[in-house]
Every structure is written in structure tokens, then in C-alpha cells.
């Protein structure tokens, strides 16, 4: 979530397979793996590379029974295919199936299938379904973040702000949650705080690309070109040709062509320096 998680959207293999698979076991990161294991990483490599093959063999895997395993693989190959809201629709599926039995995997599940739909331009259902995450996993960071990035989206800095205020009381060394609570604060014109947040961000993390790129907007917003300019220079030089680097540059361009011309500045859903959204990694990786 943030949005880091759906970079990977692989539930860790040894994890999933094994409370989804038949006959559930802990199993331990140096074991070897079990077959249900095997097949659901071989699975998962195959549809993140090549998702048209992988989403015709996870369909097999589940009609020979591979179940849960097999269903989150699906979904991973549809993410690749481009088909954002079946995927989300089959991760909401398997999280409600789960709910139960496993409440801390369907709310990862749930997070999984906000971020789909988030892909599929969907950020009402995104909003539901991590706001039905959250009622099964409450302090689940990431899930705060997630669903407080999709109200910045909506234009409900107040909500964002609220849901924000909970995830960095539970990590406060996390400089991202600082970050995106910054530009809820300025959407909300209140610099003074903005400015708070970003420096802090800024302490825990002097090169978090989001953080700096915040702080040159708060920074031109207070008149403060020359401080403005510096930032987002350092944001280019960190994170060029990531959506932090693209604003920054869009603002060094419009400050050096028109003084007075306010800078562009991305709301909170503007997606966090890391690498570009692709499909869901398994519940449980980072």
C-alpha cells in the first residue's frame, strides 16, 4: 500500500499454500516445499511473466482442485491481462471465503483486491473493500494507508487525514504515512501542519523522493521558489521518470517559464516512489 504492495501481490508462497492448500501446516521459510507450495509459486512466477499462459494454468490448477492457491493466482494472471475488475472482483471472492478461517489473510486479500480495482479506476469499490479489510484487520497499516490514499482520491482529505493519524500512531518511523499526511494537510490549506509532516518525513528519510516533492510544493505555496526549486531538483536527481519525478520536473518547468504560474501539485493518491503498480504479490510480503 501503501502501494508498494501491489508490486509484487504474491502472498508468501509458504503461507498461503499452506493455509489454503488441503491439511494447512506452518511451514518455515528454510523448508523445502511442499508440493500444493511448489505448484503455487511455480504459478505465480508464470503469471506474472507471461499472464495469458499463467492464467490458462492457474484455471486448470483450480479445476484439479488447486482452490485458494489457484484462485489468487488467477487473479494475478487477470492484473496482467489488463483485467483489473475481474481480477478485484476474484480477490473480494477469496478474501470473503477466507474471512473466517483467516481473517488476517482476507484482509490482506481485501487490500489486494482495493488496489485492483483502484487499477480498474474504481475508487468507490476500492473504498469498500479495503474498508472491509480494515473491519477485520483494524490496525493493519498498510490497509490504513491504502484506504486513506483512495479518500485523498475522492477528495476526503478529513477521512484521510483520520485514517492516516491511526496508521502513524501504529509506525511512527514509516516517512511515507508523514508524507501523504502532508498533502492531505495542504489540500486542506493548512500549510503550518503540511510543513510539519514533510520536515518530519524528511528527518526519518532525507531522500524520500514523495517527501521532498511535498515539501517544494508547501515550500512554493509559502513563496519560497528558491527553497521549491532545491527539492524538486533533488527529487529529479532521486526518482526520474517515477510520478514523483515527472511532477517535479512539470514544476521546475513551470517556475523557471512563469514565476507566478502556481505549481502543479499531486494529491495524496499520487502514487509513492517504488516500483510501478503490476499485480498482487502474496499476503504477507512486503
Given at each position: 500500500?501503501?502501494?508498494?504492495?501491489?508490486?509484487?501481490?504474491?502472498?508468501?508462497?509458504?503461507?498461503?499454500?499452506?493455509?489454503l492448500?488441503?491439511?494447512?501446516?506452518?511451514?518455515?521459510?528454510?523448508?523445502?516445499?511442499?508440493?500444493?507450495?511448489?505448484?503455487?509459486a511455480?504459478?505465480?512466477?508464470?503469471?506474472?511473466?507471461?499472464?495469458?499462459?499463467?492464467?490458462?494454468?492457474?484455471?486448470?490448477?483450480?479445476?484439479?482442485?488447486g482452490?485458494?492457491?489457484a484462485?489468487?493466482?488467477?487473479?494475478?494472471?487477470?492484473?496482467?491481462?489488463?483485467?483489473?475488475?475481474?481480477?478485484?472482483q476474484?480477490?473480494?471472492?477469496?478474501?470473503?471465503?477466507?474471512?473466517?478461517?483467516?481473517?488476517?489473510?482476507?484482509?490482506?486479500?481485501?487490500g489486494?483486491?482495493?488496489?485492483a480495482w483502484?487499477?480498474?479506476?474504481?475508487?468507490?469499490?476500492?473504498?469498500?473493500?479495503?474498508?472491509?479489510?480494515?473491519?477485520?484487520?483494524?490496525?493493519?497499516v498498510?490497509?490504513?494507508?491504502?484506504r486513506?490514499?483512495?479518500q485523498?482520491?475522492?477528495?476526503?482529505?478529513?477521512?484521510?487525514?483520520?485514517?492516516?493519524d491511526?496508521?502513524?500512531?501504529?509506525?511512527?518511523?514509516?516517512?511515507?504515512?508523514?508524507?501523504?499526511?502532508?498533502s492531505?494537510?495542504?489540500?486542506?490549506?493548512?500549510?503550518?501542519?503540511?510543513?510539519?509532516d514533510?520536515?518530519?518525513?524528511?528527518?526519518?528519510?532525507?531522500?524520500n523522493?514523495y517527501?521532498?516533492?511535498?515539501?517544494?510544493?508547501?515550500?512554493?505555496?509559502?513563496?519560497?521558489?528558491?527553497?521549491a526549486r532545491?527539492?524538486?531538483?533533488?527529487?529529479v536527481?532521486?526518482?526520474?521518470?517515477?510520478?514523483a519525478?515527472?511532477?517535479a520536473?512539470?514544476?521546475?518547468?513551470?517556475?523557471?517559464?512563469?514565476?507566478?504560474?502556481?505549481?502543479?501539485?499531486?494529491?495524496?493518491?499520487a502514487?509513492?516512489?517504488g516500483?510501478?503498480?503490476?499485480?498482487?504479490?502474496?499476503?504477507?510480503?512486503?
Amino acid at each position: 500500500m501503501s502501494m508498494t504492495r501491489i508490486a509484487t501481490f504474491v502472498l508468501s508462497a509458504a503461507v498461503l499454500a499452506a493455509a489454503l492448500a488441503a491439511g494447512a501446516r506452518a511451514a518455515r521459510a528454510d523448508e523445502p516445499k511442499t508440493a500444493a507450495e511448489q505448484e503455487y509459486a511455480d504459478c505465480m512466477t508464470l503469471a506474472r511473466r507471461a499472464p495469458s499462459d499463467g492464467y490458462e494454468s492457474a484455471m486448470a490448477w483450480e479445476q484439479k482442485g488447486g482452490d485458494g492457491p489457484a484462485r489468487h493466482c488467477v487473479a494475478v494472471a487477470l492484473i496482467g491481462l489488463g483485467r483489473n475488475r475481474e481480477a478485484a472482483q476474484q480477490l473480494e471472492k477469496l478474501g470473503a471465503d477466507m474471512s473466517k478461517d483467516r481473517p488476517d489473510l482476507a484482509a490482506e486479500l481485501y487490500g489486494q483486491a482495493g488496489q485492483a480495482w483502484t487499477m480498474a479506476n474504481d475508487l468507490q469499490h476500492a473504498l469498500s473493500a479495503e474498508t472491509a479489510g480494515l473491519q477485520l484487520a483494524a490496525d493493519d497499516v498498510d490497509l490504513l494507508v491504502d484506504r486513506a490514499v483512495t479518500q485523498a482520491a475522492l477528495n476526503d482529505y478529513r477521512k484521510a487525514v483520520e485514517d492516516l493519524d491511526k496508521a502513524q500512531g501504529i509506525a511512527p518511523d514509516r516517512a511515507d504515512i508523514l508524507a501523504y499526511r502532508a498533502s492531505a494537510w495542504r489540500f486542506l490549506d493548512d500549510l503550518a501542519k503540511a510543513r510539519t509532516d514533510a520536515d518530519a518525513a524528511l528527518k526519518i528519510d532525507p531522500k524520500n523522493a514523495y517527501a521532498l516533492l511535498e515539501r517544494g510544493n508547501i515550500r512554493r505555496l509559502t513563496n519560497d521558489q528558491e527553497g521549491a526549486r532545491q527539492d524538486w531538483m533533488q527529487v529529479v536527481a532521486l526518482a526520474g521518470g517515477t510520478p514523483a519525478g515527472d511532477a517535479a520536473t512539470v514544476n521546475l518547468k513551470r517556475l523557471d517559464v512563469a514565476p507566478g504560474t502556481p505549481a502543479s501539485s499531486p494529491p495524496p493518491a499520487a502514487a509513492p516512489v517504488g516500483p510501478a503498480a503490476t499485480a498482487p504479490a502474496a499476503p504477507g510480503n512486503p
